[in-house]
């Protein structure tokens, strides 16, 4: 899959290093609860930081950040961050709700 926009990116890497590749927050939780690869299977779930696209971090400790400034290509408006004090800036411009991984996971459930 070719991405959209690689502030939006993320991947599902298996342990036997196939890449699953996804544009948009909503797309890889659905990939994930679709029980496609196994949680075992998984090696890594990265996601890809707001700020810097072209760096990847892992999407179980990264900060999100929800809110309808952020026109995903998906229309989750969910953006990743690996700082809490870069995503608290972009709270304070932009509002939104922030949105831990488990947080996440629920909502998509």
Do not use: R
């Amino acid at each position: 899959m070719k991405l959209m926009d690689p502030q939006y990116g993320a991947e599902v890497v298996t342990q036997k290093g196939k890449i699953f590749i996804f544009d948009d927050v909503n797309c890889l939780m659905a990939f994930i609860d679709s029980k496609e690869v196994t949680e075992e299977d998984i090696k890594h779930v990265l996601i890809t930081d707001y700020d810097t696209p072209e760096s990847l971090t892992d999407a179980t400790v990264a900060f999100y950040l929800k809110s309808p400034h952020f026109k995903t290509p998906m229309a989750s408006n969910i953006v990743a961050f690996s700082d809490y004090e870069v995503l608290k800036k972009h709270k304070a411009e932009h509002g939104g709700i922030y949105l831990a991984w488990g947080e996440l996971v629920t909502q998509f459930k």
